[in-house]
């Protein structure tokens, strides 16, 4: 069975700030990650993905994540926070392989203060 | 940029009364799934379709729910006789391949009264 735990349900930044938002999984196997984001009245949006290879994984609107084996972590960071960013954060894992299920977390709303 | 469309966007349903909702998924994808989001909850999976079955399925997708691709653009969900816990954020995704990242729908609004 897989898990993913993010901590912090809510986390506050300025604007112009750097974003950490925490992701823990647990996987029997080895896993494929991914950082999706929902804005308000709106589907999952795919942030970034890790499956194989380099570890350091860039998304979309300069986001990225370091996928750490050891620590069992996919933190999803930003070097500068903007008003748009303001959205829930989810992160999931799936076991690698065909037609698998995503099992997320139960989310990270970020707020960028202005 | 191809999209997954979910129709209709909010549904409002009798309890004990069938409901049907319906996805359009990327249209060169071949895997298909729903899942669901109970207020405040975790998004949850519930089953995931390839070659016109089943893949797999969770505890959650007991004998009341069916899924069907009915012709080459439409899949859907139905739930049978819907519970007042059915209520929820159902999500329609799709991906090209099954190791492919799945896209999101925006998802309907299920209330049962």
């Known amino acids: 069975a897989q898990s993913v735990t993010q901590l912090g349900s809510h986390v506050s930044v300025s604007e112009g700030a750097l974003v950490l938002l925490r992701c823990n999984y647990s996987?029997?196997?080895?896993?494929?990650l991914f950082w999706y984001v929902q804005y308000p009245n709106q589907g999952l949006q795919l942030l970034l993905k890790?499956?194989?290879?380099?570890?350091l994984v860039k998304g979309i609107n300069g986001f990225e994540a370091e996928f750490k084996k050891s620590e069992t972590s996919f933190h999803l960071t930003k070097p500068s926070a903007h008003m748009s960013d303001a959205a829930e954060y989810f992160c999931a894992v799936s076991e690698s392989g065909s037609a698998r299920q995503l099992t997320f977390g139960s989310g990270t709303q970020l707020t960028v203060l202005p | 940029e191809p999209e997954v469309t979910q129709t209709p966007s909010h549904q409002v349903t009798q309890m004990g009364q069938e409901v049907i909702l319906r996805c359009v998924p990327i249209?060169?994808?071949?895997?298909f799934y729903w899942y669901r989001q109970i207020l405040g909850q975790k998004v949850e999976f519930l089953v995931s379709?390839?070659?016109?079955?089943?893949?797999?399925k969770s505890e959650i997708f007991d004998d009341q729910f069916s899924v069907e691709r009915p012709d080459g653009s439409n899949f859907t969900l139905k739930i049978r006789s819907t519970k007042l816990e059915d209520s929820a954020m159902y999500f329609c995704?799709?991906?090209?391949?099954?190791?492919?990242?799945?896209?999101f729908g925006d998802g309907t609004r299920l209330s049962i009264l």
């Open positions: 379709f390839y070659n016109n079955e089943i893949s797999e």
């Open positions: 996987s029997s196997v080895p896993p494929y």
């Open positions: 249209s060169n994808h071949l895997y």
């Open positions: 890790y499956t194989t290879g380099a570890t």
């Open positions: 995704a799709s991906s090209s391949e099954g190791n492919q990242p799945q896209h």
